[in-house]
């Protein structure tokens, strides 16, 4: 201890330190890339694949950690990474456990750039990627070589809720892992770890916390959580590796914002609800997505599994036809408190429109023809978000 330090010195090194026994409502905040060791001891005794052994910032902080926690037990997990992005949690899952020749099966309402990602793959590991329709376990064929099967419950754009209990079944007699996009459910819809009265359970979810755990549609982040120590240390290793780490700042923010997310979530599903339920009087609108309604693709699946009727808040809409993409921007940009952006969970309600037929692979026979919107309804009044769409309605004619 220096009791005379030189001003230059006092400008880094502080004085005083909090005492161990100070608590705050938020958890302190570590930012680091460097983590100091006490001693030496601590710094050769430390084994780099214990996660809670700190020694450098992309392998975690307390701040990370907490987080990782938190998320695994909302989840029914028990261990949990973090990624700059929904996207990059969903890269680190394919990046794991995909090696040369295997193959990855996908619904064919994939998360767009999950299935760029793969095809990527494809072409420079000779992975094959096989497409099955969500609706139809049948169509999902594993075989010797069948790896992985990605689930999505819901389709983000077009809202099918999958057979996922005769996926599951599927893939496990074939011993083939199963990876979740949980994204819509953010843990809060179903328990994707048990999910059944078989206690049926998928090994991996990933999350897009960019949408309802961050909330405020500001932050980028996403998380892979699994429940097996094996499938985590795999992980794990790959994480490492590729230096995949989030910023401490950010970190705090979700945990700050996992305080309010049942409430966000209810709120913006109720208030989806009440869109769903006018959309649906609208003679423009042919189709409407959602599964809480009774003719949208998976309904049935959707009652078994999220037994206590919770959905997130998005809607999807199909317009007749005769509406072409110049009328359907029309009615885009005549919207006033939807605003036209990618992604969904904030404050701020967002519509996205879509033409499926540049998008699917197999023929939807469940969807109607003609171009989508997707709405991601936020926290504004939803008579006010209805009133917005039913000014916009005009500019279709
Ligand atoms: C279903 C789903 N999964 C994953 C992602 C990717 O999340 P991020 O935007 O954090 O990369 C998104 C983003 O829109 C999504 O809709």
Redo the contacts with the bound molecule.
């Keep these: 201890m220096l009791d005379d330090k030189k001003p230059q010195t006092s400008l880094i090194h502080a004085p005083r330190k909090a005492p161990q026994y100070i608590h705050s409502i938020q958890p302190p905040l570590f930012r680091a890339s460097t983590i100091i060791f006490p001693t030496t001891a601590h710094l050769f005794d430390r084994h780099w694949s214990d996660p809670y052994d700190y020694s450098y910032g992309t392998h975690g902080t307390p701040t990370t950690f907490t987080l990782g926690d938190q998320l695994a037990e909302i989840e029914g997990g028990q261990y949990c990474l973090l990624a700059p ?4 949690a ?1 890269n680190l899952v394919n990046s794991t456990f995909l090696s040369h020749g295997d193959e990855v099966w996908v619904p064919d309402n994939i ?1 767009g ?2 299935m760029e990602h793969l095809n990527n793959l494809r072409q420079r590991y000779g992975i094959q990627v096989r497409i099955y329709n969500p609706i139809d376990a049948e169509s999902f064929i594993p075989s010797e070589k069948t790896r992985l099967l990605w689930l ?1 419950a819901a389709g ?1 754009i077009t809202m099918e809720f999958p057979d996922l209990i005769q996926l599951v079944r599927k893939a496990q007699a074939a011993q083939v892992l199963t990876a979740l ?1 949980n ?2 459910g953010a843990g809060l819809a179903f328990n994707a770890f048990d999910f059944s009265n078989e206690h049926l359970s998928v090994d991996i979810t ?1 999350h ?4 309802y755990p961050s909330g405020g549609g500001d932050i ?3 998380s892979v959580i699994t429940r097996d120590k094996n499938l985590y240390q795999q992980l794990f290793k790959i994480h490492a590796n590729q230096g995949i780490c989030v910023s401490g700042d950010d970190t705090a923010q979700i945990i700050r914002s996992l305080a309010h997310m049942r409430l966000r979530y209810q709120q913006q599903a109720e208030n989806a609800q009440k869109l769903l339920e006018w959309l649906q009087q609208q003679p423009q609108c042919i189709q409407v997505l959602h599964p809480a309604a009774s003719n949208s693709p998976g309904h049935d699946y959707w009652k078994s599994i999220c037994k206590n009727g919770q959905s997130a808040g998005l809607v999807s809409v199909i317009f007749d036809p005769k509406y072409d993409l110049a009328a359907i921007r029309r009615f885009c940009d005549a919207l006033n408190l939807f605003k036209l952006g ?3 969970g904030g404050p701020v309600s967002l519509v996205m429109l879509y033409d499926l037929k540049q998008m699917r692979i197999l023929n939807n026979t469940h969807l109607q023809q003609g171009l989508l919107v997707r709405f991601c309804v936020g926290l504004e009044d939803p008579e006010d978000l209805i009133q917005d769409i039913q000014n916009a309605l005009q500019q279709l004619e």
């Design positions: 992005s929904g996207l990059s969903i998360y750039p999950n999505e983000s996009d994204t819509w990933v897009a916390l960019t949408k980028l982040m996403g990618f992604s969904w």
